[in-house]
């Protein structure tokens, strides 16, 4: 399963979607995410309203809590396919304020290529034909 950005940090900052995040992790054996989600996570938890911290320091916390859990950071499929899959649902669902974010399109594109689900509660990648947990 391909564990997003949102899915990182809510766990990480025990937000109220913590719970069902959790419990569908723990039914995977083999969970992964990619460099880009993990960016920003760390880009999200260095705010001053989550970790207050330097970049460098969320990297340290994020690496360690996916280390902890058993999820990898690795890179998946070709570079060519992952960009046409990004591309390909932005044209169908956007980008931008009310769409998809950049970074949600290539979250996307990596489940795709990896024929994974996707963990993630985020509303319009819901509403893409990504196959999604909880």
């Given at each position: 399963?391909?564990?997003?950005?949102?899915?990182?940090?809510?766990?990480?900052?025990?937000?109220?979607?913590?719970?069902?995040?959790?419990?569908?992790?723990?039914?995977?054996?083999?969970?992964?995410?990619?460099?880009?989600?993990?960016?920003?996570?760390?880009?999200?938890l260095?705010?001053?309203?989550?970790?207050?911290?330097?970049?460098?320091?969320?990297?340290?916390?994020?690496?360690?809590?996916?280390?902890?859990?058993?999820?990898?950071?690795?890179?998946?499929?070709?570079?060519?396919?992952?960009?046409?899959?990004?591309?390909?649902?932005?044209?169908?669902?956007?980008?931008?304020?009310?769409?998809l974010?950049?970074?949600?399109?290539?979250?996307?594109?990596?489940?795709?290529?990896?024929?994974?689900?996707?963990?993630?509660?985020?509303?319009?990648?819901?509403?893409?034909?990504?196959?999604?947990?909880?």
């Open positions: 399963m391909f564990v997003d950005a949102c899915a990182i940090v809510s766990m990480m900052a025990g937000e109220d979607t913590a719970e069902a995040y959790e419990t569908a992790l723990l039914r995977d054996d083999a969970p992964f995410t990619s460099p880009l989600a993990a960016w920003e996570a760390i880009i999200v260095s705010r001053p309203d989550q970790l207050d911290c330097l970049y460098g320091e969320a990297e340290g916390a994020v690496v360690e809590w996916l280390d902890a859990r058993g999820i990898d950071i690795r890179e998946s499929g070709s570079p060519r396919e992952l960009l046409h899959y990004a591309v390909a649902v932005a044209e169908r669902h956007g980008i931008g304020r009310r769409y974010s950049n970074f949600d399109c290539f979250h996307y594109a990596y489940a795709r290529v990896m024929e994974q689900p996707l963990l993630t509660l985020d509303q319009l990648l819901k509403d893409t034909d990504a196959d999604t947990l909880p």
